[in-house]
């Protein structure tokens, strides 16, 4: 139990998620050497998750692939299979599984399994996916926790893909299940979405939400707000892939190499469970599902690039379908090729011949199988992987090389700096008082300065998807670096370069800016931060980019709290860490640090937070906070509504009365966060292997 000790401390009543986190198998070999004696392991999950159920390396994927190759083929009478395979259902289940995941705030995909609960499967796009998890249970049971439902699920839909001839690059896994549906419930339609962000005109929304329309996970299949106008659709599917991460070429890849496959249902008007009669009433070819009718292929069981030749060979006709629906079809005209007397198009696939670029992609699909199979292995398994975070956390025996999307680093080097040396080194830099290279005397707080590089390299990690975070240090490149709360780093870099440039070996930019944030804390008072070293320095500046897109503080403070999978009490904690008043003024606002001390870590900042009456200025930092001022003894003092949902928020409060009187509690609890935090995307990145 990781925090166990100070929650203990803290709070009897409050629930405050403690992470599983001892098993030893999650340490890897590199932290055992490293990690300080008696340090609790810490494996990434720091924060919520409940505990490790994943592939683990202990389920034989062999094994796993002939039960599921027998499922497929094994009809159910509580649920009929079309075309003598279940392949078709299992991709569409692990697509929705996934589809719901958003670049923004890293939300939504398959990780966690929330697809089985509330709010997930009651999504109409998620119509009689009930039927898919039920027909897996049996799987379930057989492999137990060692396989999670997320990974399940991902498994299977690849299974599906392969045992039917489509291509496969591999299989990562690792997600781990939640034990309800909450998470998702963020993604809308909810209140909690509402508050995060509001969407005044459906079928507009905007980011961080993913689809263009709430309550659906992707694009409305009849068009835009089910106006069946192909021309209309085509934003829809751009926005809806780029907020998954998709590019054009893997879009049209996806689309269509999924629907190589399957079959749409809506047999009737009636709606589910209604149509046909006797016993295969509403199952079946009495099926209803989407409400709409009609396979894209002639062989919906077997890997083709069918879909794109069909979608350039036929003249596609709007009609209404057996489900009352918009659906294309054959012009009367057209010359059928056997076999596709019954293929039928939706909206959003004839969407793809209306745009030139994805009609571009179209026709080389249609002419080249090879180009599409290698673009769709890809993006496949960029759909299914996306949300497990960097290749290094990928677990299983099917593993494929890491992938673009995955934001791949470097290995480590074989031998680290000497950690001691390099301490030695940054104290010098902390106790002499040279201003920062063109700052002038603001510069002199170096520590603050170093916490600060150190804290902002950190906190882009997010929990939801695990990217972000110190490891790769790519807060020194574009695009990150030019980020507006980045301003001025690189005047600290410059610092530090003195020091990066005596270890040529072993010592990577990310492990000195974490340590130099560190050395800095312990020389202001702080309990000692268990430096981990082993990270390496990418060379590409993708990292999650900020999210800019709130309009109310605290609602800001509790989701940021969430998508980087803090405690509240650790949230709250980490706000003490020091800042700088050079810091301030570079962002805009008063160059006036809370404490008395700014090179002394203590709870000052949340007294002051308690004690003074704030009010509004006009003055708004280049990061859009709104700056307050204190309005009563003493000297004036500047603090930014994000300081002050501190106080607003009523739980996070409670953290800041009980930080304002016990310091050393505060001490306790920030050692914690702050060492999490840094070594949340380091344990990953190691060799997971027992
Ligand atoms: C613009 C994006 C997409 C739209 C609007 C769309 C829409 C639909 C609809 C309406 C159905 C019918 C559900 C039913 O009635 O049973 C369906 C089925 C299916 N979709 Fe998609 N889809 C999209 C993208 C994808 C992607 C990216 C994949 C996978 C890579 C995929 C794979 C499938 C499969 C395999 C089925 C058949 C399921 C079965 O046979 O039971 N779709 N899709
Ligand atoms: C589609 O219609 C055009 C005329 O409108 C015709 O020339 C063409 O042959 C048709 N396509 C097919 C596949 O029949
Ligand atoms: C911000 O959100 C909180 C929590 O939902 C709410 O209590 C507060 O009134 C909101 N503040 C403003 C200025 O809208
Ligand atoms: C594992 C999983 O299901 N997550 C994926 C869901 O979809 C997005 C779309 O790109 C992927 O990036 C996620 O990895």
């Known amino acids: 139990m990781l925090f166990a000790s100070s929650i203990a401390l803290l709070l009897a009543s409050t629930a405050v998620h403690t992470a599983s986190a001892a098993c030893p198998h999650m340490l890897s070999r590199r932290d055992a050497r490293v990690l300080p004696q008696g340090h609790p392991a810490v494996d990434g999950s720091i924060f919520a998750r409940d505990n490790a159920q994943g592939v683990q390396g202990s389920v034989d994927l062999n094994s796993l692939e002939k039960d599921l190759t027998k499922l497929f083929?094994?009809?159910q009478p509580f649920w009929p299979h079309d075309f003598d395979s279940y392949g078709p259902f299992f991709i569409r289940l692990a697509w929705h599984c996934n589809g719901s995941y958003r670049v923004s705030d890293g939300r939504g995909g398959c990780d966690g399994g929330r697809i089985r609960f509330a709010p997930e499967l009651t999504w109409a796009d998620n119509a009689n996916l009930d039927k898919a998890l039920k027909l897996l249970e049996p799987v379930k049971a057989k492999y137990g926790a060692a396989l999670s439902w997320g990974d399940l699920i991902s498994f299977t839909?690849?299974?599906?893909?392969?045992?039917?001839?489509?291509?496969?690059l591999g299989f990562c896994g690792g997600r781990k299940d939640d034990?309800?549906?909450?998470?998702s419930l963020p993604l809308g339609p909810s209140a909690q979405q509402q508050a995060i962000h509001e969407c005044p005109i459906n079928g507009e929304c905007t980011a961080p939400l993913g689809p263009t329309t709430i309550g659906l996970i992707y694009v409305n299949p009849a068009g835009h707000m089910g106006v069946p106008n192909p021309v209309g659709s085509v934003p829809d599917i751009r926005s809806t892939f780029k907020n998954m991460g998709m590019d054009d070429r893997e879009t049209v890849a996806l689309i269509g190499g999924g629907h190589a496959f399957g079959?749409?249902?809506?047999a009737c008007k009636l709606g589910p469970g209604k149509c046909g009669s006797g016993p295969d009433k509403g199952i079946g070819r009495n099926a209803f599902t989407s409400g709409f009718e009609g396979q894209w292929t002639g062989t919906p069981t077997r890997w083709t690039n069918d879909y794109y030749v069909n979608?350039?060979?036929?003249?596609?006709t709007l009609f209404e379908g057996p489900g009352g629906n918009p659906q294309w079809k054959p012009a009367a005209t057209d010359k059928l090729d056997a076999d596709d007397a019954h293929v039928r198009m939706l909206t959003a696939d004839v969407a793809l011949l209306h745009d030139p670029v994805y009609l571009k992609l179209v026709k080389e699909y249609?002419?080249?199988v090879k180009s599409l199979e290698n673009d769709f292995a890809r993006s496949w398994y960029k759909l299914v992987s996306r949300d497990v975070g960097p290749a290094t956390r990928c677990q299983g025996s099917r593993v494929p090389p890491p992938q673009p999307f995955q934001n791949p680093l470097p290995a480590p080097p074989a031998k680290l700096a000497n950690f001691d040396a390099v301490r030695a080194d940054l104290a010098k830099i902390l106790t002499g008082k040279a201003a920062i290279p063109g700052d002038g005397a603001l510069g002199q707080y170096y520590g603050a300065l170093f916490v600060e590089l150190a804290w902002r390299s950190a906190a882009t990690f997010r929990i939801t998807d695990h990217f972000g975070g110190a490891n790769g240090a790519r807060i020194r490149l574009s695009p990150e670096k030019d980020y507006a709360d980045n301003v001025g780093m690189d005047k600290v870099l410059e610092v530090l370069s003195a020091v990066k440039s005596k270890y040529p070996d072993g010592l990577s930019w990310a492990d000195l800016i974490v340590l130099a944030g560190e050395v800095a804390l312990e020389h202001a008072g702080s309990k000692p931060l268990h430096f981990i070293g082993g990270r390496v320095d990418a060379v590409d500046g993708e990292n999650p980019a900020p999210r800019t897109y709130y309009s109310n503080a605290t609602v800001a403070a509790r989701d940021t709290m969430q998508v980087m999978g803090f405690t509240p009490a650790h949230y709250v904690a980490l706000a003490a860490r020091l800042r700088s008043p050079s810091q301030q003024a570079r962002l805009g606002l008063g160059a006036k640090t809370y404490t008395s001390h700014v090179d002394a870590f203590s709870n000052d900042y949340f007294k002051i937070l308690l004690q003074n009456h704030w009010v509004p200025t006009d003055v708004v930092?280049?990061?859009?906070a709104k700056q307050y001022k204190s309005d009563g003894y003493g000297e004036p003092r500047f603090v930014t509504d994000a300081d002050l949902a501190l106080i607003w928020d009523p739980e996070f409060r409670s953290f800041v009365e009980k930080f304002a009187q016990d310091g050393q509690l505060l001490q306790t609890v920030f050692v914690e966060g702050w060492s999490a935090l840094m070594k949340a995307d380091l344990v990953g990145h190691n060799d997971l292997a027992m």
Do not use: E, F
């Open 73 to 75: 083929t094994t009809s």
């Open 157 to 168: 839909g690849t299974t599906a893909i392969k045992s039917m001839g489509g291509p496969v």
């Open 179 to 183: 034990q309800n549906g909450d998470a």
């Open 263 to 266: 079959k749409t249902h809506g």
């Open 311 to 316: 979608l350039l060979k036929y003249n596609w």
């Open 366 to 368: 249609a002419a080249d």
């Open 621 to 624: 930092s280049k990061t859009g």
